[in-house]
């Protein structure tokens, strides 16, 4: 099972990735992840990503591509992978795309968690409160939400338009969406 999953800062993404990647027994990749952990480890990739964001610039598309090329590649994601964090826009959407068409490993569906913005403004004021985040301040997490929206709309429209999305109502407990990812999924490779 190949998967992108989609949400809203605070949606439950990494949560429901975490629960996903054991009952799937695959791996989850980050793309925040892999970019340190490329970093850290001092890959050619890495290197030059260190370069550009000790310069205070946004690592490029093609650098973050080709390490999920590399990540792709790998015998551990040969059962499916669970990718968070990317896409992020339209043209990341199309270069994954590609990307994946070219290795011969297709995903089977974009999981988008669906909560309502104020749901999530208040989500993440609790967890502002219990970790001390200022960066989970109403007025923050407004402007990420935003954000978010302008940035991927076009990415939720490409999948939608490919027939490879699947909404989830990320509202209720934990184990109810858990159980409502793995209840789209299960359609999802029924259908295929």
Do not use: C, W
Request: net charge negative.
């Amino acid at each position: 099972m190949r998967l992108v999953l989609l949400g809203a800062p605070g949606s439950g993404k990494g949560t429901q990735a975490t629960r996903l990647k054991e009952h799937l027994q695959v791996p989850h990749i980050s793309t925040g992840d892999l970019l340190r952990a490329e970093v850290a480890a001092g890959t050619p990739l890495g290197l030059e990503a260190k370069a550009i964001m000790a310069r205070g610039d946004l690592v490029s598309d093609d650098i973050l591509l080709g390490m999920l090329e590399d990540r792709f590649s790998r015998e551990d994601t040969r059962a499916g992978f669970i990718l968070d964090g990317y896409p992020r826009n339209l043209a990341q959407a199309a270069a994954l795309d590609a990307l994946l068409r070219k290795l011969g490993t297709p995903f089977d569906a974009a999981v988008q968690l669906e909560v309502d913005n104020e749901q999530i403004i208040a989500r993440l004021a609790g967890r502002a409160q219990a970790e001390g985040r200022a960066d989970d301040s109403p007025d923050s997490v407004r402007h990420r939400l935003d954000v978010y929206d302008r940035q991927t709309a076009p990415v939720i429209a490409f999948y939608r338009d490919h027939d490879q999305l699947t909404v989830v109502d990320g509202v209720g407990s934990l184990d109810d969406v858990f159980v409502r990812i793995v209840t789209a999924i299960g359609r999802e490779q029924a259908a295929a």
